[in-house]
């Protein structure tokens, strides 16, 4: 079983930058899609980025791009999320996922079929 892990997360201040990255253990399906979701304590688990391992194709939400921009490194077995004026709001548990990918885009979050174990991320004002 291919495990995620999760690094980079930590304390920042509002307008501040900050790159989490997701390594993988072993090799990704060409298939799959690999996304970061989000879950602010009290809130439900939220999609911020999703990134297509074969072709790159990139998602995100509409409250999202713009802000955050997703990448890759197959040869690394890693995805990244670069995550720039950090707001307050943005505080939450960070998660990466890989899923295989559905027509039209990333799966839904059921889908998913693997998941890191989260990485923290607090923004003070």
């Known amino acids: 079983q291919v495990r995620l892990v999760e690094s980079g997360g930590g304390l920042v201040q509002a307008g501040d930058s900050l790159r989490l990255s997701c390594a993988a253990s072993?090799?990704?399906?060409?298939?799959?899609?690999m996304a970061w979701f989000r879950q602010a304590t009290g809130k439900e688990r939220e999609f911020v980025a999703a990134?297509?391992?074969?072709?790159?194709?990139?998602y995100y939400p509409a409250s999202i791009q713009g802000r955050f921009f997703i990448s890759r490194d197959n040869v690394k077995s890693t995805v990244y999320l670069l995550m720039n004026s950090l707001k307050t709001d943005d505080t939450a548990v960070y998660y990466c996922?890989?899923?295989?990918?559905?027509?039209?885009?990333?799966?839904?979050?059921?889908?998913?079929?693997?998941w890191g174990q989260g990485t923290q991320v607090t923004v003070s004002s």
């Open positions: 996922a890989a899923g295989p990918k559905v027509a039209g885009g990333p799966p839904p979050p059921q889908e998913y079929d693997l």
């Open positions: 990134i297509s391992w074969s072709g790159g194709s990139t």
């Open positions: 072993g090799p990704i399906p060409s298939n799959y899609v």
